[in-house]
């Protein structure tokens, strides 16, 4: 368990929840999605490191529910929920899914980046989990630190400086 005021980083794959001041961060966002979801009023927040859209890709003994869209979503607001968020509250942010390898090749298999992105937002569309702000897509890998207390998303991406949203 982390102290107060400190940092949880979340690993690939990985999900965690804080509660204020303590933040949560994670970093080597290429093609994965770093979802945020949050209850503004209970300063409480959780983030999941996503590397695939569906857990329908995975072999089902042993899967890492949090490595895929679909069910990281799913356990990171039961995480929430559990620790005193209040599911109607909940609000997302998102970034990653960059694109960062060219292909020749059309096919959408390669478009990891995009698929994610994609996924989530259907997700969390589908849970009517609104998407307050999002730095997705291009070609730059990201690292995000998220406070809930002030609700800021702190993104810095390689070779472009940092940004809050």
Known sequence: ????????????????????????????????????????????????????????????QGMKRAKYADTAIEDLIAALISAGASRYRLKAKLAGGAQMFQFTSSSDTMRIGPRNVGAVKENLQSLNIPILAEDVGGRS???????????DLHIRKVNQGESVI
Do not use: W
């Open 141 to 151: 890998g990201r690292t995000i630190e998220f406070n809930p207390e002030t609700m």
């Open 1 to 60: 368990m982390i102290k107060e005021g400190q940092i949880m980083r979340i690993g690939i794959g990985d999900l965690g929840i804080v509660h204020s001041p303590n933040v949560i961060r994670t970093s080597g966002l290429g093609s994965c999605v770093g979802i945020v979801l949050y209850d503004d009023v209970k300063r409480l927040a959780g983030m999941a490191h996503v590397m695939l859209p569906e857990a329908s890709l995975a072999r089902k």
